[in-house]
């Protein structure tokens, strides 16, 4: 089992920047792929991040790419999600989840565990 908790979401202004952190606890950290995905009212849940278990491979959706850095402290059993130049359209509740797929995925499905989500609000 991992335990996930997500923390940093707020309301910013357009522009500004915010970085979340996801704190996992239970099974070796670094086994785990990790996934960063958003969910807008009235909108699918999507893929903004993934990073690998070693942290060596990443993937970034194309509407965050150059905005957003992902990344992990395997020995915090933390994953951060910095995002900057924020947009309104960024607007969503974000979750990190872990899959036991060590490189990560894009898909929701492959994700045993997931965090309780947390709300980022940009303002125009």
């Known amino acids: 089992q991992v335990q996930l908790v997500e923390s940093g979401g707020g309301l910013v202004q357009a522009g500004g920047s915010l970085r979340l952190s996801c704190a996992a606890s239970g099974r070796t950290f670094s086994d785990y792929g990790v996934g960063w995905f958003r969910q807008a009212p009235g909108k699918e849940r999507e893929s903004v991040s993934t990073i690998s278990g070693s942290g060596r491979t990443t993937f970034y959706a194309t509407s965050v790419k150059g905005r957003f850095t992902i990344s992990r402290d395997n020995a915090k059993n933390t994953v951060y999600l910095q995002m900057t130049s924020l947009k309104p359209e960024d607007t969503a509740i974000y979750y990190c989840?872990?899959?036991?797929?060590?490189?990560?995925?894009?898909?929701?499905?492959?994700?045993?565990?997931w965090g309780q989500g947390t709300q980022v609000s940009v303002s125009s």
């Open positions: 989840a872990a899959t036991s797929l060590v490189e990560g995925s894009t898909i929701a499905r492959r994700y045993n565990y």
